[in-house]
């Protein structure tokens, strides 16, 4: 089954907010990523963070891991009608297998 | 320079047909993965072969065959292609399948449509 689901499905805001996006996962991993897939193209990855970590940044990107919970957010600040895609997290739980979750779509209006 | 590309982008097909979708990476990496993405955009991992070798072999149906003729390429032949096979296929990289922290680059996807 699924390991990791994101929450919510989709998310619709306005240019300049910005966006959150959770996911949650099942079992112990080894680490999380979050991928990002405009539409009609390839996932491309944006930020891993390791289980032993609490908090990743780049750029405008911030991702938390909280392995007591099993979740992990990612935070896109001052967003822009670029960032409009499906925001993937994926866990990395058995070996080098990476399961994905089921996506969050993020609308940036302009 | 494309890092990991595919072939072809769209395929159109009728049921009972064999095709086969190409992909190449140039990134050097050593490990590469074929996933399916179906119409709700469910990824879900297929194949993944390590330096030629098979190391991952999810519940896929046999008519799916991957053959890896170089660590640079992997190739996926579907026989006998049924409605339930349409959807979106991407082939991806990585640099080592030590199951330690690594990134998967993904291709652009190739869309198989089954009438």
């Known amino acids: 089954s699924q390991q990791g689901e994101e929450d919510p499905q989709a998310l619709s805001i306005q240019e300049g907010e910005n966006a959150t996006m959770n996911c949650s996962y099942k079992?112990?991993?080894?680490?999380l990523q979050w991928y990002r897939q405009n539409s009609g193209r390839g996932l491309v990855h944006l930020i891993l963070?390791?289980?032993?970590?609490r908090e990743k940044h780049s750029g405008r990107l911030r991702v938390t891991l909280d392995t007591s919970k099993k979740s992990s957010s990612l935070l896109i600040t001052a967003s822009r009608a670029a960032d409009t895609a499906s925001y993937f997290c994926?866990?990395?739980?058995?070996?080098?297998?990476?399961?994905f979750g089921a996506g969050t779509i993020l609308r940036v209006k302009s | 320079d494309t890092a990991v590309s595919q072939t072809p982008k769209y395929l159109v097909t009728q049921m009972g047909n064999d095709k086969s979708i190409k992909c190449e990476q140039n990134?050097?990496?050593?490990?590469m993965y074929w996933y399916k993405q179906d119409s709700k955009k469910f990824l879900k991992i297929m194949f993944s072969?390590?330096?030629?070798?098979?190391?991952i072999n999810e519940t896929v149906p046999n008519r799916f065959s991957p053959k890896s003729p170089d660590k640079a390429h992997l190739n996926l032949h579907i026989n006998s292609l049924e409605l339930g096979d349409s959807a979106v296929y991407f082939c991806a990289s990585s640099q080592d399948s030590s199951g330690s922290a690594y990134e998967q680059y993904f291709g652009p996807g190739t869309r198989l449509t089954v009438t």
């Open positions: 963070i390791r289980s032993n970590e």
């Open positions: 990134l050097g990496h050593d490990t």
């Open positions: 072969y390590n330096n030629k070798e098979l190391i």
């Open positions: 079992t112990s991993i080894n680490n």
């Open positions: 994926a866990t990395v739980y058995y070996g080098n297998k990476l399961v």
